[in-house]
C-alpha cells in the first residue's frame, strides 16, 4: 500500500526519502518557561488591560527525521516489485528490464545504439538509421553502507560511496524512464511532471525533476534534503496513480461482454 507519513510517502510501510522535519514549527508544542517568552500589557476598547505571552521563535528547535538506508533500499524494493507485477499483468513494455529482489533489486540499463542498414533496390541504394538496444548492463537499486565501508579498508572490495549513489542515481533515471515508457503504451496522465535531465557539463550523470524538484543523492548541493523527500513522495503519488489506473483498466475488461461462438445449430 502507498500512504504516507507526515512529509514522508511510504510503500508497504516502507519510508522513502532523505530527511525532512519531524513536525511543521507551528504544530511543535511549546515547552519553554517565562524566561522564555516575552510579555506585554495591552489594553482593550473597554479599558481593560489585558497580558499576553508571547514564546520567543523555537524553530531551529524543530527535530529532522532522517530515513535510514535500510528503509530506503526496502522501499525501492517494493517499488521495483509493484511495477514489476503491474507490467506483467498489463502486458505492457519495458525499456529496462527489473530484478527485484527486496532490498537489494537490481535494474538492467539499456543504452540506444544507432545502427546504418543498408537497403538495396532496383533503382539505388538507400541507408536507413535505426535504433538498437545494447544487452542490459545490471546495476543496484540500493545504497549499502557496508559496501561503502569495505572500500576503504584494506582489502576491502566494495564501491565507494560516491560511486554507489552515482550508479543509484542512474538505476532511478532509469526506473522513470521505464515510468514514462509505460505512458507512451497508455496515455496515462501522471499527476506530477516527470524528466530525464541531461548534465549541464557533459560527460556528467543525467538525473530526474519530478515536479519540479531533483531527485538525486548524489549532489547535496542542487536541492535540500526536504526537496529530495517531496520529491521521492512525488515518485510514489504517480506510482499509485498507476497503480489505480491498471486497476480500473482490468475492471473495464472484466465488465465487457465477450462474443461467444455458438454452433449454428444451437437453440440458444
Known sequence: MIWHVGPFATINGARLGSQAPALPPDLIPYSGDASDASWHASSTSNGHHSLHHHPQDNSHHVPSV??????????????????QVLTEAMGWTLRHPLQPMASHSQIGIRKPMPVRRSLFSTAATVEKEETTWQAPAWQNLFYSEDQAQASFALFGGGQSAAAQKQQLQSSMVGLVENLLEIQKQ??????????????????????VRIGGLALQWVDDSMETPADLTKACKYLLTNMKWLLSYAVQQKQLQSSTPRNIDRPANSMI
Open 66 to 83: 532522517k530515513v535510514p538506508w535500510s528503509e530506503n533500499n526496502a522501499a525501492l524494493g517494493y517499488l521495483v516489485m509493484l511495477l
Open 186 to 207: 497508455t496515455r496515462v496522465v501522471f499527476p506530477h511532471a516527470m524528466q530525464v535531465m541531461d548534465p549541464e557539463v557533459p560527460p556528467g550523470p543525467r538525473w
